[in-house]
């Protein structure tokens, strides 16, 4: 395996491997053991969908203050004491305040949609121009604040809801290192999977996944670039959406490349996510790709939400991206199963011709991007400590105890010493990555056998947390969908050994209103999602 597919696997954005990797000399602590919990109560508001609470909302049963005031406290009882999840790296302390003007306004003018009063997470890296800071989980920004909203942070508020805080994330979104952990950064320390604690919630929107999962929040956003949004989604048992590049706008989203990064909605069922996409699409004259949805938004996703969406659908099934685990397979042999008992027709094998071919041109594309994307980002943070990619570097070496304690910055490094997007390699690995994941992988392999749509496990169950040797995963399908800036949803599959699996359905670009369809089909026959239960390890898992 050559080093940058082994980057690609286990160090990136959400951390998909398939092999350990070789200790860090420099570490220099031994990981914390996660706490032995005590028995978490039940929770008034768990699995609750938006739905539920509109309705609650309405009938007086919930204000949008005593949904905010729950949560806080869910979040102080499960997240910074008992099983000490630390999914969410900073409270909003405007969010009663702005809960409370959502409830007159609610009384005086009516509601301004599903999201009124709705508590959300949106990952650190999302700016917002309130009290909170956004550091990517890095110390290097903390103590700053954007001078603006993300266009994501913008359309929540316009939207009616409650922005209850950020969550945790594998640090600057798991690009520093090939060595790192998922889950970890250093601002916020290690995140924690809700469904045995000693196993990774998956990079790098690990507190957006383990958060929704562990109800605390309605909703939650993430961001994703390869694996970012779907597999935290799937290794915490939920719904997550990685959408067309351009359906959602990335001005004031701390970047890795402009040429895959997005935002996405992660919650805990299908129409949740819907849902949330209706808040959160749209064009954004700060960002030129959103320029492309022109037509292409549908006004209302949760239209698509058809409970036999499965029915005469064909779906390709990417055998490449199974065998890198036997139970897997068996679960994804039983997924199909149904699928077809709901009237699905599944082309087995229906794999891209380029699988395993765009590997090292996505790398040095996002080598290229990040320096290019980042240091273009970090000029309107006056306020930071750094400006640079170059001044990063030199903030981490300077405070190495707190910042590398368990990993370095190899991939920083790497990034710094790569030219302008004029250059010459980088044009054409940006080529070859859209030539390779497109007309020569999903659109080609759709073209060739009239499919609505190819699935594949999203990945593996969630692995061990080794903050010493880093991610050791196995197995992953976010890789094509990401780099070709197609749409990817994962919903809940089943279980393994109490860890959460999910599936994966992902095709052309602003195929969303087809995606929904599946999924939602798929959800509502499957129905396998269960809360967690703090478990210490899946050891503790009864059968």
């Known amino acids: 395996m050559s080093p940058r597919r082994r980057f690609l696997q286990t160090g990136l954005l959400g951390g998909l491997g398939t092999a350990a990797l ?33 309705s609650g909302l309405t009938s007086g049963k919930f204000t949008a203050h005593s949904l905010t005031s729950k949560y806080l406290a869910r ?42 009063g709705i508590p959300v997470l949106i990952k650190d890296n999302i700016d917002t121009a309130d009290r909170m ?34 969550t945790n994330l594998s640090e600057w979104a798991n690009i520093r290192s090939s060595h790192s952990t998922s889950g970890w950064s250093g601002r916020g320390g290690l995140t924690r999977n809700p469904y ?48 067309t590049l351009g359906l959602m ?28 996409l209706n808040a959160l699409a749209g064009a954004d004259p700060r960002d030129n790709a959103t320029a492309d949805s022109a037509g292409k938004i549908s006004p209302d996703y949760t239209r698509f939400l058809d409970p036999h969406g499965l029915r005469g659908a064909r779906i390709g099934v990417a055998r490449k991206y ?14 199909m199963e149904e699928m077809k008992r709901q009237g699905a027709v599944l082309v087995d094998p229906a794999d891209l011709e380029s699988h395993g071919k765009f590997d090292d041109s996505e790398f040095t594309v996002l080598l290229y991007e990040l320096k290019a994307d980042l240091n273009a980002y970090l000029a309107g943070r006056q306020d930071a400590l750094v400006h640079s990619l170059k001044d990063i570097i030199e903030f981490n070496e300077r405070n190495k105890d707190k910042e590398m304690p368990y990993f370095a910055q190899d991939t920083l490094i790497k990034a710094e010493a790569k030219g302008p997007l004029t250059s010459k390699e980088y044009l054409d690995a940006l080529e070859a990555n859209h030539r390779l994941t497109r007309a020569e992988g999903i659109d080609g392999v759709m073209d060739k056998h009239q499919l609505d749509a190819i699935m594949a496990p999203t990945g593996g169950p969630a692995w061990l947390t080794d903050l010493i040797n880093g991610d050791h995963a196995a197995g992953g399908s976010s890789n094509a969908a990401a780099v070709a800036g197609y749409p990817d949803i994962t919903v809940p599959a089943g279980f393994i050994a109490g860890l959460p699996v999910g599936v994966s359905f992902f095709g052309r670009a602003w195929s969303e209103p087809v995606l929904l369809k599946i999924a939602y089909g798929f959800e509502q026959a499957t129905k396998v999602r269960k809360p967690p239960k703090f478990l210490p390890s899946v050891q503790e898992a009864k059968p």
Not at 34 to 43: C, L
Not at 155 to 164: D, H, N, P, Y
């Open 196 to 243: 045995a604690l000693d196993r990774n919630p998956c990079g790098s929107s690990s507190g957006s996944g383990a958060a929704v999962a562990a109800n605390l929040c309605a909703l939650a956003v993430g961001t994703e670039t390869d694996g970012s949004v779907v597999c935290p989604s799937s290794a915490n048992g939920l719904v997550g959406l990685k959408p």
């Open 133 to 166: 800071q956004t550091t990517a989980g890095s110390l290097a920004l903390a103590g700053s604040r954007p001078a603006k909203d993300s266009f994501v942070a913008q359309k929540l508020r316009e939207a009616g809801a409650v922005i209850l805080g950020k």
């Open 249 to 276: 706008s990335r001005s004031g989203v701390i970047p890795i490349a402009h040429s895959q990064d997005t935002p996405g909605p992660m919650a805990r069922s299908v129409s949740d996510v819907a849902i949330l």
């Open 75 to 116: 979040i102080e009882e499960v997240d910074r004491h008992g099983p000490s999840l630390r999914s969410v790296i900073e409270m909003n302390p405007d969010a009663l305040a702005i809960a409370d003007a959502l409830d007159k306004e609610r009384a005086a003018k009516g509601v301004r949609g599903p999201l009124h």
């Open 322 to 335: 199974f065998g890198f685990n036997d139970l897997v397979d068996e679960l994804m042999a039983s997924v």
């Open 22 to 54: 070789p200790a860090l000399s420099g570490a220099r602590e031994k990981p914390a053991k996660p706490p032995a919990p005590k028995e978490t109560a039940s929770f008034e508001l768990d699995e609750l969908t938006v739905t539920d609470f509109q």
